[in-house]
């Protein structure tokens, strides 16, 4: 049996025709690429803000094995009920703790046990949170969880907050990646310690608009200064991550991969 593990971890999953996408090719992907594990953040999934039970276990139904979280996570109502129940979901670990659903989710593959978290950061950003630095370490001082493999995702607005987050935990854990502005980033690297890392993975959606939304909409309420609804747009749709090589042994990644693909529904 191998030791090596391919994980495919997927950016902002955006709105309806990005769940079609992944409903009709993620089998597909999985077996040309030879992944083992997805990963993706799923909290723009539902009509581009937040996410919904129903759409947690559609993606769950199709290949997802664990579904991350960040500043929208509480954006559908009775969300916060329904989230107790799922547990490959994982909401924001730098929230109260008072906030329902879990902190740290894990998985296990070919006897291997893989832990995610993820973390808001604070600059720029919106909801209410604490120190991302301090809630990951105490994940890290916790040695209850027994996983060989622990990925950190930073959910941030500031590429400097995502650089300095990956410096910081490069060598104490297997890979970090940062989500939240919905556009790639080039910056994939194995970090001294053998961390991986990568600024931003992407968006999963439509690649014709404005991260997401309908072009027009957002230009009039750029330009106009004029409340606008901002409709998830449908054309060119493209999945965007990276695809992980770890060693279980040692539960350092050995190669880290940009992966972008272009749907048709």
């Known amino acids: 049996m191998s030791h090596l593990l391919k994980i495919l971890y997927l950016g ?11 409903v009709k090719s993620l089998h597909g992907i999985r077996k040309v690429h030879g992944i083992d594990v997805v990963i993706a953040n799923a909290e723009n999934a539902t009509a581009g803000a937040g996410l919904t039970r129903e759409h947690a276990e559609l993606l769950h139904s199709v290949g997802i094995d664990l579904i991350t979280l960040g500043d929208h996570v509480w954006d559908r ?23 329902p659903g879990r902190s740290f989710v894990t998985f296990i593959k070919n006897g291997t046990k893989i832990g995610v978290c993820v973390a ?19 994940i890290l001082q ?43 980033t080039s910056d994939e690297r194995i970090l001294p310690n053998g961390t991986a890392y990568i600024t ?32 998830v747009a449908s054309n060119d749709i493209r999945l965007n991550g990276v695809i992980l090589t770890i060693d279980s042994h040692s539960g350092l990644a050995t190669k880290i991969v940009r992966f972008s693909e272009r749907m048709s529904l």
């Not at 919106?126 to 991302?132: F, M, N, Q, R, V």
């Not at 400097?160 to 556009?183: M, Q, R, Y």
């Open 77 to 99: 109502h009775g969300f916060e009920r329904d989230i107790e129940e799922l547990e490959y979901v994982c909401r924001p670990a730098n929230l109260p703790k008072e906030c």
């Open 12 to 22: 902002d999953l955006v709105g309806r025709p990005t769940r079609e996408c992944i």
């Open 200 to 231: 931003d993975l992407g968006m999963c959606g439509p690649h014709e608009s404005v991260i997401g939304r309908e072009i027009l909409p957002v230009l009039h309420g750029m330009k106009l200064g004029m409340p606008q609804k901002f409709e």
């Open 142 to 184: 916790d040695k209850s969880h027994g996983v060989d493999i622990l990925l950190a995702e930073i959910h941030a607005e500031a590429t400097s907050e995502k650089i300095a987050f990956g410096w910081n935990f490069d060598g104490k854990v297997t890979g970090i990646v940062g989500t939240h502005t919905h556009v790639q």
């Open 120 to 138: 808001l950061g604070r600059q720029f950003m919106k909801i209410h949170a604490s120190c991302p630095f301090e809630a990951v370490e105490r």
